[in-house]
């Protein structure tokens, strides 16, 4: 699980519009779920600590168990965020 | 130094206030103890903090003691530096004195010695107790008090005060509280400096051996201490926060291996909010503390204080990481810990925080950010406490309850199982409850998901219990062999053990790594059995109960009702306060969680309502993974509530959902679920949003092109999502025009049942005619059975493929132009003049299509009056070609072969006239064409010839002829071309007479001038001339001229002339036999020859026998009027001129005329009366008022020379040059009347002269 990280582009209205999945370690078949559940549960955070700093990448904002995620926020408030 | 801990602590807990030492040097205590202690607590006052910063502090409590009092007197002096801060913080010395040589004497000294200690802040109250009406006293009293200001003030400080016993003095006590705190201030400001020195000072000792941090606790938790009681709470909260580090750095750097505790009774239960919980002596170890207690210690001081200061927030900021740091630091003792010691703590901590900061919150202030904040915390602490909860209830078997959802998934299965050292074995009597456990896991029924989705559920555990458990096992923990699981039959001894295998969550895990038998050596034995899931439930609720200490904890985990209530109320709580910390998705998530448990309690409505709140915010957010979870347990709920209309829609957005979501079989399960819906008894019908399932687009390329008022047929693609084929009972479509927006659709219908198959279809629509503009399309509705149905959108999400993808198109793209109404046909006649009358003639009507076809067209032809259809004749069609028309085409096409193309596409037809209707041939429907409709325009009148006297007044008017033209064409005879086309016809010849000469024998030489007047040239064969009465043809000649000049040819618009010699002659007998003859008629017969095409032509029955011989045929008559002259006058009417001054509107005039006769009428010609002649006088009337008899007789003798004057009176009306009125004899003939002298043609009449009567005062 830890050597597996997933990608996803977000755009400013909180669509995700980009997804991948990356790693080499086997997959869980729940995984593309679990993440896309994480992620989606850190916007909350991402919401409120963009605004805070004029930092654009966010370092790691949440973490859940064994998964981290890390944010990137565009000026056009575009979020990349891997975990 | 370690064993004054035990003191510390009592004297800690003993005392928690300053004290002020009391000196009653005169017994006076005992009457003023009451008014002082009155001021306690001291309101107000400023001290020192840390940093020697003035502080405001209010309600300092503190505590008056007397000097003589045991707590003061029996100690150590040692003891008294350690616990210093117990010590007197100022001391009040009270005295009285009525006399200066006691005072000298005896109080002085005493004084002296009392203040000598300089460690003693003090200060003297001299008590007057002087009445007021006592001079002698009061005096004595101020005498001796301003000795002892003077004796014992120094210039820096003044340390005396006064107070009249009887006396009411309020400054006094004002003066005695700033002293006291000017006192109290100073011996903090040592006492600080004091431990700060001591705590340097073990400080820098702290990596030597000696080094005890009980000794560095007791000196640094003093000093918070002072500062408490000083209520300098945040420089006490920064000791016990640099205490903590320094605590932390301890526990992290020595090697030592220390107890953590955690193993008493009553551990579980945090104590992270009492610091009284455990007293220190207990959790001293060594030089050290033990860290369970002591961290909470810790925490639970800072919380205590943080409270003090009203920030609850902090508490929670504070308590949320420490619980995480914390379970860490349990995590890494687990083994050593009692079985899920960890989770209990973190369960009962975080309620603990939850509870007492929350509570505390609700007094406080309330700042808006820190409010979201502090809700956010709590959500954060809640869901920890949830998850523990959960983690919890799956150990002791209720984890089928549990919802497997994707954030009880993400937080369960990523938490490892607790890891005891040994795993909690069955304890021996619980076999009825190994029952009970097998019996649930039994009942226990998987939720079987709606719509027959086949989805492996979410796991909610970290690795498969059964494995785990019995890895821990102490007698099996060394091999590790029992990677086993309860599938092989081998183990299995009987009773259900079976069933609970099927069920049990590891069955998931078929297993394949069992070959291994069993019978190595030290198995037998139920001990030595790997344990079933059952049991590992019933171990674990066993050691769990042991565990817990708190009862209400575990009542919470006893059973399936109370478990499910309290994961309500923590799934609420996190739920609520994550809503209000505006973090909705958290919020929103576990509002899911709640629908889940409302859901299996039955109450749908509740559970719709909150899976609605997650499926908008998944939807919203376009978190198809997510919502593909949650949707169907939405719809399920709606199936329950019968919401049909909510459950149609939710099956559309599961339809509508990324293919890769459901599998086909699912996919066409929702269809199917729409189908039967649509068609079951609906008592409405329900109208659904399909927007995201079919979508719709027009066909690339351009939009379709249409004409005003054509018809046509629109082709549209839509895109079904739905996974089969489906029927669609009717269809259709609104188009919106652009250019008005306001302007509701208009609606295409296709009525037929249509049936979509997946993917792309093609659909059209037939299209009525439509205003101009451009049009979009708008909204597509059908029905499925009672269902209606309606989307909007654009194809959005169409397959990957090329082929079906369809791209992001614009709703503003047109898929329909209708152009503004042009002309689209052009009608106009080859020939428009100069047709001859009365003869059968071709005109020619060019039909020209302007871009637009003209199939199918057909051709209505009314004539005007006077003009007929030849309707024996057929009509001739044919291409036309016009010289400058296809130049032009050809520049715009670009053909260079254009001509020989149309040279060789020359067409011709004969067509019928039916009903004056005529249908055009297929090949006139693009090019221009001309059609030759023979007609005949019909004239009575004689033409009449002109002559020099009476020159003809020809109008054009009366050769105009009409016909009236409406062509239908278009794909439907739509459209309709209307056009009235004027013809002139003319008869060949105008002819002119004068006469030529005069010859002396009396005939005369009449010459007869044709003029041509159609563009052909005519060929006269003959001609002749029938004289009217009183003309006779002179010579022999039959009136024909010499025939050797015909046949003569008169070109197009030239002349021609005939010269016929006539005579005046007298009535035949011949001629009496005939009608008499008022006219000459001059016959000419002739032949034309000329093209249709350009103008007058050979008629058109000739045409078809043979111009030659029917051309000579033709016969054109012409009247001419010859003109006796006037040779014998018998009267001459002369007028009489008018007088000098002009004439004016509205003067009368004398009119005069004068009437000669000149000689006898003859015979015949005289009337009866003749000695009378008939007048009458013409005037205009708009000119003229005739004052008199405009008619009568007037008496003339017939005698010649005889005459007579008329006179009228006249009156002119109007001004300007008009024409007089006229004397006319109507009796006799113009030829015997001469005008002599003739009357003038106009006369002037002047306007009326200007009235000035009106102008001038009388």
Not at chain 2, 483 to 511: R, T, Y
Not at chain 2, 527 to 552: C, G
Not at chain 2, 594 to 605: E, H, K, L, P, T
């Amino acid at each position: 699980m830890a050597t597996t990280a997933c990608f996803i582009i977000v755009s400013r209205n909180d669509i995700p519009i980009y997804e991948a999945e990356v790693g080499s370690a086997a997959k869980r078949e729940d995984a593309a779920q679990l993440h896309q559940f994480i992620l989606h549960a850190a916007l909350d955070i991402v919401q409120d600590l963009a605004w805070t700093t004029s930092a654009m990448f966010l370092k790691s904002i949440d973490r859940f168990n064994d998964l981290v995620v890390s944010v990137y926020v565009t000026a056009g408030h575009i979020l990349y965020i891997f975990n | 130094m370690t064993n004054y801990l035990a003191q510390f602590q009592t004297i800690k807990n003993a005392c928690d206030h300053l004290v002020i030492a009391v000196e009653d040097v005169n017994d006076l205590w005992p009457t003023l103890k009451s008014r002082f202690e009155e001021r306690l607590p001291f309101k107000k006052g400023f001290l020192n903090n840390k940093t020697r910063n003035s502080v405001f502090v209010e309600n300092l409590h503190a505590e008056f003691i007397l000097t003589t009092d045991a707590r003061l007197r029996s100690r150590y002096p040692q003891e008294q530096y350690l616990f210093w801060f117990r010590e007197p913080y100022a001391t009040v010395v009270l005295v009285t004195c009525e006399d200066l040589d006691e005072f000298k004497n005896i109080l002085k000294p005493r004084l002296k010695l009392i203040v000598q200690n300089d460690e003693k802040e003090w200060f003297i109250v001299f008590v007057s107790r002087a009445h007021p009406s006592n001079d002698q006293a009061t005096k004595m009293a101020k005498k001796v008090y301003s000795k002892i200001e003077v004796d014992f003030n120094s210039r820096r400080r003044e340390r005396c005060c006064k107070l009249d016993l009887h006396g009411t003095e309020p400054k006094f006590w004002e003066d005695l509280e700033s002293k006291i705190m000017e006192c109290i201030r100073n011996t903090l400001d040592r006492r600080v400096q004091f431990y700060e020195d001591e705590i340097r000072k073990l400080s820098e000792q702290r990596f030597m051996p000696v080094w005890n941090f009980c000794n560095f606790f007791i000196l640094k938790e003093s000093l918070a201490f002072m500062f408490e009681m000083a209520n300098l709470h945040e420089d006490a909260l920064r000791e016990y926060d640099e205490l903590e580090l320094c605590y932390q750095e301890t526990v992290n750097v020595t090697g030592k291996r220390r107890e953590f505790g955690g193993l008493d009774h009553g551990d579980d239960q945090a104590a992270l909010l009492n610091p009284g919980d455990k007293l220190l002596t207990q959790i001293v170890q060594d030089d050290s503390f033990r860290e369970f207690e002591f961290r909470q210690y810790l925490f639970a001081c800072q919380a205590k204080l943080l409270f003090k200061l009203n920030r609850p927030f902090e508490v929670a900021s504070r308590g949320y990481p420490f619980i995480i740091n914390f379970s860490k630091a349990l995590a890494l003792r687990e083994n050593i810990l009692p079985f899920c010691m960890r989770e209990v703590w973190v369960i009962t901590a975080c309620l603990a925080l939850i509870n007492e900061t929350s509570s505390r919150y609700r007094d406080g202030p309330v700042v808006p950010d820190t409010e979201k904040e502090f809700c956010r915390l709590q959500g954060d602490l809640y869901s920890l406490c949830r998850i523990k909860f959960m983690r919890l209830a799956c150990l002791i078997g209720y984890g089928t309850d549990i919802e497997k959802s994707p954030v009880n998934s993400a937080s369960l299965s990523m938490l490892p199982w607790p890891k005891p050292a040994v795993w909690p074995s069955v304890p021996p009597d619980a076999s009825t409850e190994v029952l009970a456990k097998e019996k649930m896991i039994l009942q226990a029924t998987p939720r079987i998901k709606h719509f027959g989705i086949q989805r492996k559920p979410l796991p909610l555990e970290p690795a498969v219990l059964v494995r785990e458990a019995n890895r821990r096992r102490a007698s099996l923990s060394g091999g590790n062999m029992y990677e086993i699981l309860d599938g092989s039959p081998n183990f299995n001894d009987g009773s259900g053990s079976d069933a609970s295998s099927k069920m049990s969550p590891s069955n998931k895990v078929q297993p394949t790594s069992m070959s291994r038998t069993n019978s190595s050596p030290g198995f037998e034995g139920s001990i030595d059995r790997p344990m079933r899931l059952a049991e590992i439930y019933v171990a674990a609720e066993h050691a769990l109960k042991h565990t817990i200490s708190n009862p209400e904890l575990w009542k919470t985990l006893s059973s399936r009702e109370e478990l499910e209530q309290k994961y309500l109320e923590l799934t609420k709580g996190a739920a609520e306060n994550y809503h209000q910390s505006w973090w909705k998705r958290h919020g929103v998530v576990l509002d899911g969680e709640i629908a889940a448990v409302c859901f299996q309690r039955g109450n749908f409505d509740l559970a719709a309502k909150s899976y609605e709140k997650v499926c908008a915010l998944y939807a919203g957010e376009g978190w198809q993974d997510l919502l593909a979870e949650v949707l169907p347990n939405l719809a399920e709920c709606q199936k329950m509530l019968n919401d049909q209309a909510g459950y149609l829609s939710s099956c559309v957005r599961l339809l509508s959902l990324d293919k890769g979501l459901f599998s086909t079989k699912e996919r066409q399960a929702f269809q199917s679920e729409v189908v039967s819906l649509a068609h079951s008894e609906m008592k409405n019908t329900v109208p659904l949003d399909v927007s995201s399932l079919i979508t719709f687009s027009g066909n690339a390329g351009p939009p379709l092109e249409l004409c005003d008022g054509d018809p046509g047929t629109l082709s549209v693609t839509l895109w079904s999502g739905f996974p089969d084929d489906i029927t669609l009972d009717s269809l259709s479509l609104t188009l919106m025009a652009t250019y008005n927006a306001d302007e509701g659709g208009k609606a295409l219908r296709s009525s037929s049942a249509t049936v979509l198959k997946p993917g792309k279809n093609t659909i059209t629509f037939a299209l009525p005619p439509q205003k101009p503009g451009s049009y979009v399309l708008g909204v597509l509705t059908g029905r499925i059975g009672h269902l209606s149905f309606r989307s909007h959108s654009f194809s959005k999400v169409g397959p990957a493929d090329s082929d079906d993808f369809m791209s992001y198109e614009k709703p503003t793209r047109p898929i329909l132009k209708v152009f503004n109404p042009r002309p689209l046909v052009d009608l106009a006649a080859a020939v428009s003049s100069g047709l001859l009358i009365n003869e059968a003639q071709w005109i020619g009507v060019i039909a020209r299509p302007i871009n637009y076809s003209l199939k199918g067209a057909v051709l209505h032809i009314d004539t005007g009056p006077g003009l007929q259809t030849e309707e024996s004749h057929v009509i001739e069609m044919e291409s036309y070609n016009n010289e400058s028309e296809s130049s032009a085409e050809m520049e715009n096409h670009g053909h260079a072969d254009l001509d020989s193309s149309l040279a060789m596409n020359k067409y011709f037809k004969q067509l019928c006239l039916l009903d004056g209707k005529i249908d055009f041939p297929d090949w006139a429907s693009d090019v221009t064409s001309i059609l030759w409709i023979p007609v005949r325009a019909t004239e009575d009148r004689l033409a009449r010839g002109s002559s020099s006297v009476a020159p003809q007044k020809q109008s054009i008017v009366d050769g105009m002829r009409t016909i009236a033209l409406r062509l239908e064409f278009g794909v439907s005879h739509n459209q309709i071309f209307e056009r009235t086309i004027a013809l002139h016809f003319t008869d060949p010849f105008h002819v002119s007479t004068r006469v030529a000469d005069k010859c002396n024998d009396g005939s005369m030489l009449l010459q007869v001038t044709l003029h041509s007047q159609v563009k052909a040239s005519l060929t006269i064969y003959d001609a002749w001339l029938d004289l009217q009465d009183g003309f006779v043809h002179t010579g022999q000649g039959d009136g024909r001229p010499t025939s050797g000049f015909f046949p003569l040819v008169i070109s197009p618009n030239s002349r021609a002339g005939l010269l016929f010699s006539i005579g005046l002659g007298k009535t035949t007998a011949e001629d009496e036999t005939e009608a008499i003859k008022s006219d000459s008629i001059l016959s000419i017969r002739y032949g034309i020859s000329g093209d249709r095409n350009s103008g007058a032509h050979p008629p058109v029955a000739m045409k078809s026998n043979g111009i030659e011989s029917v051309g000579e045929g033709l016969i054109f008559r012409s009247a001419l009027v010859l003109q006796r002259p006037v040779l014998d006058p018998c009267i001459a009417v002369g007028f009489l001129p008018l007088p000098s001054d002009c004439l004016r509107v509205g003067q009368l005039v004398a009119m005069q005329w004068r009437v000669e006769r000149l000689k006898d009428f003859e015979e015949n010609e005289v009337p009866k009366n003749n000695d009378e002649v008939l007048y009458e006088v013409s005037a205009n009337s708009e000119n003229w008022m005739v004052a008199g008899r405009k008619r009568g007789h007037v008496c003339l003798s017939t005698k010649q020379g005889s005459r007579i004057v008329i006179s009228i009176l006249c009156l002119p009306l109007a001004a300007g040059y008009v024409r007089p009125p006229q004397l006319m004899l109507p009796d006799i003939d113009e030829a015997n009347i001469s005008n002599s002298p003739a009357g003038p043609h106009l006369v002037c009449v002047l306007p009326p002269a200007l009235s000035s009567s009106y102008c001038i005062p009388a």
